[in-house]
């Protein structure tokens, strides 16, 4: 991890405007926020571990644990609510054996909502990954479970 951090950040020694984009660089490495990255970013800026911190946790965008290879999001903004999120967020949690802000043991799967992605009239909606799924019922439902055992069967 110390090597992979220091190749990493290296580019960024002192540059301490550039906290955002570090830590969205780190997080695309190594797929979250490490207390071990988060010291080694304070070092290599020169900002203070508080300040990274702050910074880090005010973004939604950033997590610090460990999340699964497949991120699925259930929109549960006003339309998608209407239109059954709940229903579909059951069945995904049935489908995959977590609950809703959970990683599975195997880290193929985090679970979780999202407010409005700005596609209402597509609702509901599921994202999964980055690929947004519009008028989601149990056909498209069954579909996304479908490519994830794919990709399960191609490792
Ligand atoms: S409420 Fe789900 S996309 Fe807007």
Redesign the pocket.
């Known amino acids: 991890m110390e090597e992979r951090l220091s190749e990493i950040l290296s580019p960024y020694e002192g540059k301490r405007d550039a906290l955002i984009p570090i830590l969205q660089k780190v997080q695309e490495e190594l797929g979250y926020l490490p207390a071990e990255a988060m010291q080694e970013i304070a070092r290599t800026t020169g900002l203070p571990q508080s300040r990274v911190y702050a910074v880090a946790t005010f973004y939604a965008q950033f997590y610090f644990t460990r999340r699964g290879r497949h991120q699925t999001k259930i929109?549960t903004?006003?339309?998608?609510?209407v239109k059954g999120a709940a229903r579909i967020m059951d069945t995904f949690e049935r489908e995959l054996g977590i609950a809703c802000g959970e990683t599975s043991e195997d880290y193929e799967h985090s679970l979780e909502t999202v407010a409005?992605?700005?596609?209402?009239a597509?609702?509901?909606?599921v994202v999964v990954d980055e690929e947004v799924y519009g008028q989601v019922d149990s056909s498209k439902m069954s579909k996304i479970f479908d490519d994830f055992k794919e990709t399960e069967k191609e490792d």
């Open positions: 929109c903004g006003t339309a998608c609510h409005c992605v700005g596609s209402c597509l609702a509901p909606v």
